[in-house]
């Protein structure tokens, strides 16, 4: 069983970015990774997702500013927001999933002020 745990979430302007992160308790080499959020009153929704081989797959509305990596050696992965909108905000959270396993974290609240 492997354990997820999401950071560096906050508050902060419109405009600004963040830095995401999920560190996993365990290897995360074969595992596929991703990001979702959901808005207060709203369904969870993928993000982007990374996979072993460091493929990348953005959602289309969030292409321009998501930036999704993965550091193997340090069972983490990250999340980069530029250009934040009130919109953005939501939990985020982070998955993990293989041909037989799958994890969630308990999620990083983002909150974006105009």
């Known amino acids: 069983q492997v354990q997820l745990v999401e950071s560096g979430g906050g508050l902060v302007q419109a405009g600004g970015s963040l830095n995401l992160s999920c560190a996993a308790s365990?290897?995360?080499?074969?595992?596929?990774m991703g990001w979702y959020r959901q808005a207060p009153g709203k369904q969870r929704e993928l993000v982007a997702f990374?996979?072993?081989?460091?493929?990348?797959n953005y959602a289309d509305s969030m292409k321009d500013r998501f930036t999704i990596s993965r550091n193997n050696a340090k069972n983490t992965i990250y999340l980069q927001i530029y250009s934040l909108k009130p919109e953005d905000t939501a939990v985020y959270y982070c998955?993990?999933?293989?041909?037989?396993?799958?994890?969630w974290g308990q999620g990083t609240q983002v909150t974006v002020s105009s």
């Open positions: 990374i996979t072993t081989r460091g493929d990348t």
């Open positions: 998955r993990g999933w293989g041909s037989s396993v799958a994890y």
């Open positions: 365990g290897s995360i080499f074969s595992i596929n």
